[in-house]
């Protein structure tokens, strides 16, 4: 292993412990103390909770145990062991905070709610775009996706409907079981907005005098692909050639930059694709 690989593993793991951290907070600083059932592993872990008053870091751990095997199984080991990773230390985050709060830091239930799940999503993204999960229905979620192209937040919320309509017949509270989904709602489009903001994609369409400079630069410094194509002026009835470039919307600006340095004059448009598969992008599921 180089060292370029290192630090992307050191990264890795760092944005996966801050997602732990803001995820943790979210569950046991706002939901789980307002008694707030979600889904997933949080949501039977709340449920035995509140109904028995097991430890809901233990519960999360032992539940998560099988689905950690399956997960590394099926998806690779590298997920396996970011996730068994993840798993502990979310589980251990969740006792300590749930044992030194004593009730939601916010009283205000719907607030309670709405901080707690987006807070959630939050750490969940960042969780899962650095190749992890905290288990439950995410690593399903992570699972099935890998085979079929399904979106993750509206996978995980199918899994955990049927655990939040559960908790109706437990608590025999029809409230109980509606801000369970809209937390769940909430948690899984945060989820889906984050992660799809960071795959998004742009089509950039390049007209410049200076072809050849501009090509070797973002071939060399972006490291992304650029295709020529022949096309005709309409005006001027004249053959140019215009360079088409797809990459991640967070690189645009390097191109931009870049056109701008060396090419002031350049003609320049630019679209969002809505999905790009194949080297260097997504794959076909």
């Known amino acids: 292993m180089n060292f370029k690989e290192i ?3 050191v990264q890795s793991y760092f944005l996966i412990t801050v997602g732990l951290i803001i995820a943790t907070i979210g569950w046991a600083g706002f939901v789980i103390p307002s008694k707030i059932v979600g889904g997933g592993i949080m949501g039977v872990a709340t449920i035995i909770y509140y109904t028995f008053g097991f430890d809901v870091g233990l519960v999360s751990l032992i539940l998560n145990a099988v689905l950690i095997l399956v997960a590394t199984k099926l998806v690779g080991m590298s997920f396996g062991v970011k996730t068994i990773y993840t798993v502990i230390l979310f589980s251990l985050s969740l006792t300590f905070i749930t044992n030194i709060i004593d009730g939601p830091l916010i009283e205000e239930k719907m607030m309670a709610m709405l901080t707690g799940s987006i807070l959630a999503g939050i750490g969940g993204s960042l969780i899962i775009l650095n190749g992890a999960s905290a288990g439950g229905t995410e690593s399903i979620a992570i699972i099935i996706t890998k085979y079929k192209n399904v979106s993750i937040g509206k996978m995980i919320l199918a899994l955990d409907s049927f655990i939040i309509v559960s908790a109706f017949f437990i608590f025999w509270e029809i409230e109980t079981m509606v801000y ?5 709602a909430i948690f899984t489009y945060v989820i889906d907005v984050v992660i799809s903001g960071t795959k998004q994609t742009v089509q950039i369409f390049i007209f410049s005098k200076k072809q050849d400079i501009l090509k070797k630069h ?3 410094v972006v490291n992304r692909g650029v295709t020529i194509i022949p096309a005709k002026g309409g005006f001027t009835d004249e053959p ?3 360079m088409m470039v797809i990459v991640l919307k967070s ?3 390097h191109i931009l930059k870049i056109i701008k340095q ?3 004059d350049a003609f320049i448009t630019m679209g969002n694709v809505m999905g790009v598969y194949g080297k260097g992008f997504d794959k076909i599921k």
């Not at 369970?180 to 769940?184: L, N």
């Open 7 to 9: 630090r992307k593993d």
């Open 180 to 184: 369970g989904f809209i937390t769940m």
């Open 218 to 220: 973002i071939l060399n």
């Open 240 to 242: 140019i050639e215009m």
């Open 251 to 253: 690189e645009s600006p």
């Open 262 to 264: 060396i090419d002031l």
